[in-house]
């Protein structure tokens, strides 16, 4: 099995840890620069990471990933990646939104542009970032389980890229709490942004 991905990829490294957290051997896969060639994201059309190849399949994205991992190799899902309660997808769903708008933000300043807050496109990418984070600090409820889920990875994977790249006020203290106690895990303070 192999994940293509980058080191930095917020969406890789939930990836990365729900395997090492299920011992599912793997090979990470890193593919450079993400926003040059569109020849190395194996052959996803929409190029982004991550990839999986597992023998004859290749899998997109990284909440589908985790549901094709999950199936294959951990059918009591302890970490919650199939859970279909509206209030734990939404905040799924408001966590990739957070993370894509925050990578839509970093390729504009690494393409070069200037002063990106002036184009609507980009006001709304920061308001997007602004409004999730608010909202996702509210949910204590969804995050006060003894057991980490799926949803926890992927929350501490987009507060830390966050914090990596120091583009936005962070006084979240919820989410701040929860990045802290993980990241005391080894799954997460080996893949964490440095």
Same mark, same amino acid.
């Given at each position: 099995?192999?994940?293509?991905?980058?080191?930095? /990829?917020? +969406? /890789?490294? &939930?990836?990365?840890?729900?395997?090492?957290?299920? /011992?599912?051997?793997?090979? +990470? $896969?890193?593919?450079? *620069?993400?926003?040059?060639?569109?020849?190395?994201? $194996?052959? *996803?059309?929409?190029?982004?990471?991550?990839?999986?190849?597992?023998?004859?399949? %290749?899998?997109?994205?990284?909440?589908? !990933?985790?549901? =094709?991992?999950?199936?294959?190799? *951990?059918?009591?899902?302890?970490?919650?990646?199939?859970?279909? %309660?509206?209030?734990?997808? *939404?905040?799924?769903?408001? %966590? /990739?939104?957070?993370?894509?708008?925050?990578?839509? !933000?970093?390729?504009?300043?690494?393409?070069?542009?200037?002063?990106?807050?002036? =184009?609507?496109?980009?006001? &709304?990418?920061?308001?997007?970032?602004?409004?999730?984070?608010?909202?996702?600090?509210?949910?204590?409820?969804?995050?006060?389980?003894?057991?980490?889920?799926?949803?926890? !990875?992927?929350?501490? $994977?987009?507060?830390?890229?966050?914090?990596?790249?120091?583009?936005?006020?962070?006084?979240?203290?919820?989410?701040?709490?929860?990045?802290?106690?993980?990241?005391?895990?080894?799954? +997460?303070?080996?893949?964490?942004? %440095?």
């Amino acid at each position: 099995m192999k994940l293509y991905g980058t080191p930095l /990829s917020h +969406f /890789s490294r &939930k990836i990365r840890i729900l395997l090492q957290e299920l /011992s599912v051997p793997f090979e +990470f $896969c890193d593919i450079g *620069n993400v926003g040059e060639n569109s020849d190395i994201f $194996c052959n *996803n059309p929409l190029m982004k990471v991550p990839v999986l190849k597992d023998s004859e399949h %290749t899998v997109f994205d990284s909440d589908n !990933i985790a549901r =094709y991992i999950v199936n294959k190799y *951990n059918s009591r899902d302890r970490f919650a990646v199939n859970c279909k %309660t509206p209030s734990y997808t *939404n905040a799924l769903v408001i %966590t /990739s939104g957070v993370m894509e708008a925050e990578v839509k !933000i970093i390729l504009a300043q690494r393409a070069g542009m200037e002063d990106i807050y002036r =184009y609507l496109v980009f006001q &709304k990418a920061r308001k997007t970032i602004e409004n999730g984070l608010k909202w996702l600090n509210g949910q204590e409820q969804l995050f006060d389980s003894k057991d980490f889920t799926y949803l926890d !990875i992927s929350v501490v $994977c987009m507060w830390d890229h966050l914090q990596h790249y120091k583009l936005f006020d962070l006084d979240y203290p919820m989410l701040k709490t929860l990045s802290l106690n993980l990241n005391r895990m080894q799954s +997460f303070s080996r893949s964490k942004p %440095t």
